[in-house]
């Protein structure tokens, strides 16, 4: 079930429990209305299991297909406070902001990606195909050939002789590459924590990865959660794996007496200035809560300006990809006929 179906799934829930109908009719109803059989069959798996008198969140986390974690966290909490209801629909909203700000980044990609494709695309074309119809003719005529053309000539030669090859190493790599990241959690680990470490990427990523931490964190404080309670969960709520242990770890120093502001001013590799800044405010004044969803919509209007202007700042770096690209290979074959053109006129 993907993130939309879960958004779908859990609305229902909520708006059926406000009419005062138990959970296993709730689900009867929905399961009734779903016409999708994998989701029907999901649905049915919960049904059951809340008969045999497991917990919704349970239930949900034992079905066969994911849920998010923050929604099961939520959903939990909710059960364990009388609030599932409400908490149910605050699950919902961060699920809406943490698909919306994906949305919203891979819309803003879009166009840079078909253009870099396009240009390669084009590239290759010219390599593969128009290049060879030349160069018999350079071959046949004795003059120097320019250092581009030679070059763009070894690269044609490289593509003939092992370019099948080269592209059946990258496709191995590339599965090898999927196989380890989602088999061991130490290879993951460490790839995620080098994305994160990147100057512009790794920036989107933590404001996106804090945006939802922060929200998420800040409803649970605002519906009587303590910090150690939340931070024991840190799993739920943490989208990255160098975050889940620092996270998990601030637990321990928590334990030890250390305030969560002072615990992330010194973790600053991870979490900007301004979130222990706002959150010291918050811990003197008994609005933590409020300052964690503060810095949540901070985060979140930083990610949108970025959005907005990503197009500006990426249209010059694709501009000149795409003149080095495709003006190499022109270039490769303009400069020697122009050779060839001043070697006939002598």
Known sequence: MNKNRQIQFIDKIANLIDSGISMEETLSIILNTEENK???????EIREKIRKGISLSKSMTLSSTRFDQILISMIAYGEESGILSISIKQAKEILEKSKNIKKRLFG??????????????????????????????FSSLNITLPFITRLVKKIYEYSIDYGLWTGISIIILFFLFIFLYKKIDKFKFNIQKMIISLPIIGEILKKYSLSINCRSIGILLEYGQSIPKILEKSESFAIFEPYKKVWGNALDEIMKGVSISDYMRKNNRFFPKLIPEMLSI???????????KNLSRVYEDELDSFIKQISSFIEPILMIFMGIMVGGVALSIILPIYEITNHLSR
């Open 282 to 292: 918050g811990e003197r004044t008994g609005t933590l809560g409020l300052m964690f």
């Open 108 to 137: 803003a990609m879009v166009y840079p990606s078909f253009i870099a494709i396009s240009t390669l695309a084009m590239t290759a074309f010219l390599i593969i195909y128009i290049f060879p119809k030349i160069m018999p003719l």
């Open 38 to 44: 994998k989701i029907k069959k999901i649905i049915n």
